[in-house]
């Protein structure tokens, strides 16, 4: 029962006990199973339509989620201890009180959101992921065994991994920068999560994910082996997907078979826009995008956040980028910006002109 | 009857799936399925993974979270079970 009221109908209940309240022959307990329906029906649309609306919109209506408006990193980890109520989860460590923990999950997400709020910051003068500081909530150890992280649209949520493939999935700095960058991508350009804007959201995320693991380990593109989740991912053969040669994060595993991401567009799987299509294969198809990028960043030369990132960036900030954008768009708009902010004629333009092409968009 | 729990999405897009006999009527399964079925409004979750539940040839969308607690033992007996689809 919640604490400041004693009705348990004001509180969080579950849909079907309601539906059954409201059918109750006691009218006052009915009455109120009706209202708390109409509240809940109100809250989860409020929530959809939150999370469709443009930045523009979100401005225009004030702010859905808690910001600190301050230029510094604000940060919240909560422990889940395997289980899956987020209301429940443990406040571990937060920004604030900086405290001392034992976690190697929590250690590692902490790592990777500072690792990752630097980036945006130093490098783009981005404050957090709405740039309005919004604090970063990550949850550690959800649910028993997950091999997965996600970003739930309000924070990011790691799995333990099965300790048979997959151990933890905050092993990566990449993964993490992965997760939090879904939320910027969010902000800006809310690429539609499926067919090819799906895969470019994606692709968004892998780019500014590796490119954060790469800063935080100082590696120029020469250095870096272009590998996503590669420690999440068990055996030293393996990782989650591979930038530079899309189809090669892991071959012939015992388990998961052959990697089925393409490089070039001539390979590009038609996958139906359906929970077991991957929504028209997002996770499949973004090896396109991520292979033009390495193409372009290699062909750069030095740290890939210098040039290929800022242009990357250019481009997801980019009023200009439709929410349904399509593969040859974020070509186009690579292009222009290369263009705007290296000459029309640099190198630069002529090594992400060189990116797509090899990825034969 | 037999049903399956089959988990798509995540990550890296792999499918599981685990299989288990239950005593339900096809009513009580009937009304499961209206009771656990996911909101098509909701917004995707950026990796998430997303289960359905396939009952003879018949598959539904479910959404775990919403499953009544005396169901919960089952599936979380299903998801303890879930293995890699080859």
């Known amino acids: ?361 | 009857m037999k049903i399956k729990l089959i988990r798509t999405g995540g990550f890296i897009p792999i499918t599981k799936a685990a299989e288990t006999e239950v005593n339900l009527s096809d009513k009580e399964l009937a009304s499961l399925l209206v009771i656990i079925k996911p909101d098509p409004a909701a917004p995707r979750i950026k990796d998430g993974n997303y289960y359905e539940l396939t009952v003879g040839s018949d598959s539904t969308p479910v959404d775990l979270e919403k499953v009544p607690d005396e169901y919960r033992d089952i599936f979380s007996k299903l998801k303890s079970d879930l293995k890699i689809i080859k």
């Not at chain 1, 571990?92 to 990752?116: E, R």
């Not at chain 1, 959201?201 to 996503?228: A, C, H, P, T």
């Not at chain 1, 439709?322 to 768009?329: G, I, L, P, T, V």
């Open chain 1, 1 to 361: 029962m919640c604490k400041t009221h004693y009705n348990p109908i004001h509180c969080i209940i579950p849909p079907y006990m309601l539906t059954r309240l409201m059918e109750s022959g006691n009218k006052k307990i009915a009455d109120l199973a009706i209202k708390s329906n109409f509240r809940s029906f109100r809250f989860r649309n409020d929530r959809i339509f939150f999370q469709k609306a443009s930045q523009y919109e979100k401005d225009i209506l004030g702010l859905i989620a808690k910001q600190t408006g301050k230029e510094i990193m604000q940060m919240e980890v909560y422990d889940c201890r395997q289980k899956t109520d987020l209301i429940g989860a443990t406040l571990l460590w937060d920004s604030k009180n900086n405290q001392k923990i034992t976690s190697v999950a929590g250690k590692n997400v902490i790592k990777g959101g500072k690792a990752s709020w630097d980036f945006y910051w130093q490098l783009f003068g981005r404050n957090s992921i709405d740039n309005k500081g919004l604090l970063i909530r990550q949850y550690v150890h959800f649910d028993k065994g997950m091999d997965n992280a996600y970003w739930d649209g309000r924070r990011m949520i790691y799995g333990d991994g099965d300790g048979l493939v997959f151990t933890s999935f905050t092993s990566d700095i990449d993964v993490i920068g992965h997760e939090l960058t879904h939320g910027v991508t969010e902000n800006e350009a809310n690429l539609d999560y499926e067919n090819q804007a799906g895969a470019l959201n994606e692709s968004f995320s892998d780019i500014f994910g590796i490119m954060i693991k790469q800063r935080y380990n100082n590696q120029d593109v020469k250095k870096s082996n272009w590998l996503i989740g590669e420690k999440v991912m068990i055996g030293p053969k393996y990782a989650l997907r591979s930038m530079k040669a899309p189809g090669t994060a892991y071959i012939n595993h015992p388990e998961l078979g052959t990697d089925p991401q393409p490089a070039t567009m001539d390979k590009y799987q038609n996958l139906p826009n359906t929970q077991s299509g991957d929504f028209g294969g997002v996770h499949i198809n973004s090896g396109i995008p991520n292979f033009a990028f390495y193409v372009a960043a290699f062909n750069m030369g030095g740290y890939a956040w210098e040039k290929a990132g800022r242009i990357w960036y250019a481009v997801l900030t980019d009023v200009n980028l439709a929410q349904n954008a399509k593969f040859a768009d974020v070509k186009n708009l690579t292009i222009a910006h290369a263009g705007r902010i290296f000459g029309i004629n640099s190198p630069e333009v002529i090594a992400v002109r060189q990116g797509w092409l090899e990825a034969k968009v």
